[in-house]
T-cell receptor, first 113, second 113 residues
């Protein structure tokens, strides 16, 4: 069965600092990987996805993520965070096609001035 | 843009009441999903549907049922609400060119007293 681990429940960073959110997955084949963001009181919005090809993928809002097969990881990065990036971030894995996704437990990001 | 609309953003119900959560999508997507979101547990899949009148159990279907009479509408039903069903419920749709990508509604926050 597929699974996702987000080891950091809560991260606090200063505005303008760099960010890395960790995601490790367990899946038997080549995974489809996603990062979603949820602002307070809202649904989830897709930040970026990896299906195949270049292992460094660019997303919206200046985010990027790198797929590392050897480490079963798909970490999310941003070089300089903005106060508006404060939200909860979810990593997800799927089997491809129109299959259901499995989500991690989320990482809550707090930005301090 | 795909739009997924959850008609009730906030509901307060009493134990034992029957509760309907409605979800409508406007992009002719085949697949629809209901997730439940709780702090520290992330998103857990309740039910999903790949076609009209089709339904499949997710990871936590107990205490819930669903209905999909039309392609655009997927309803989650709590036959007899209990306090442990107090949660945020997220509907999502999937299909078309963005295969495997889920598009979420804004969520329905249910409180059962």
């Amino acid at each position: 069965a597929q699974s996702v681990t987000q080891p950091d429940i809560h991260i606090t960073v200063s505005e303008g600092a760099s960010l890395e959110l960790r995601c490790n997955y367990s899946y038997g084949a080549t995974p489809y990987l996603f990062w979603y963001v949820q602002s307070p009181g809202q649904g989830l919005q897709l930040l970026l996805k990896y299906f195949s090809g270049d292992t460094l993928v660019q997303g919206i809002k200046g985010f990027e993520a790198e797929f590392k097969r050897s480490q079963s990881s798909f970490n999310l990065r941003k070089p300089s965070v903005h106060w508006s990036d404060a939200a909860e971030y979810f990593c997800a894995v799927g089997a491809g096609g129109n299959e259901k996704l499995t989500f991690g437990t989320g990482t809550r990001l707090t930005i301090i001035p | 843009d795909v739009k997924v609309t959850q008609s009730s953003r906030y509901l307060v119900k009493r134990t034992g009441e029957k509760v309907f959560l409605e979800c409508v999508q406007d992009m002719d997507h085949e697949n629809m999903f209901w997730y439940r979101q709780d702090p520290g547990l992330g998103l857990r899949l309740i039910y999903f549907s790949y076609d009209v009148k089709m339904k499949e159990k997710g990871d936590i279907p107990e205490g819930y049922s669903v209905s999909r009479e039309k392609k655009e509408r997927f309803s989650l039903i709590l036959e007899s609400a209990s306090t442990n069903q107090t949660s945020m419920y997220l509907c999502a749709s999937q299909g078309g060119a963005g295969a495997n990508v889920l598009t979420f509604g804004a969520g329905s926050r249910l409180t059962v007293l």
